[in-house]
């Protein structure tokens, strides 16, 4: 076997490189945790992102409550009511 064989050359590593990235890209986002309540939501980390489905925000919409800024007392809750995404379930009667 030769040396040569044995070396990857520069453009396939970078095409393999940006294959790697393109995949990455079109990967599913991860998705939120989801709870009933507020009260639920025992702790928060910053940057989490947790929906909260108490019925509080307008049809149509979810309340997201999200750790957006770190204190000396901890991280600080933001909420606001986002769209609801996903497949429409039917609820039971």
């Known amino acids: 076997m030769k040396t ?8 396939k590593f ?3 490189l940006l294959r790697g990235v393109a995949l ?3 990967a599913a986002p991860a998705t939120a945790e989801q709870v009933t309540r507020e009260q639920d ?12 489905d108490d019925g509080s925000c307008p049809a149509g919409q979810i309340k997201e409550v999200s750790g957006a800024q770190m204190t ?3 991280v600080v809750p ?8 996903g497949i429409k379930q039917a609820r039971p009667r």
């Open 4 to 11: 040569s064989d044995m070396k990857t050359s520069p453009i």
């Open 24 to 26: 990455l890209a079109f």
């Open 41 to 52: 939501i025992v702790s928060l980390r910053l940057g989490q992102r947790i929906l909260v």
């Open 72 to 74: 000396a007392a901890g």
């Open 14 to 16: 970078h095409s393999l």
């Open 78 to 85: 933001v909420r606001k009511c986002i769209p609801r995404t």
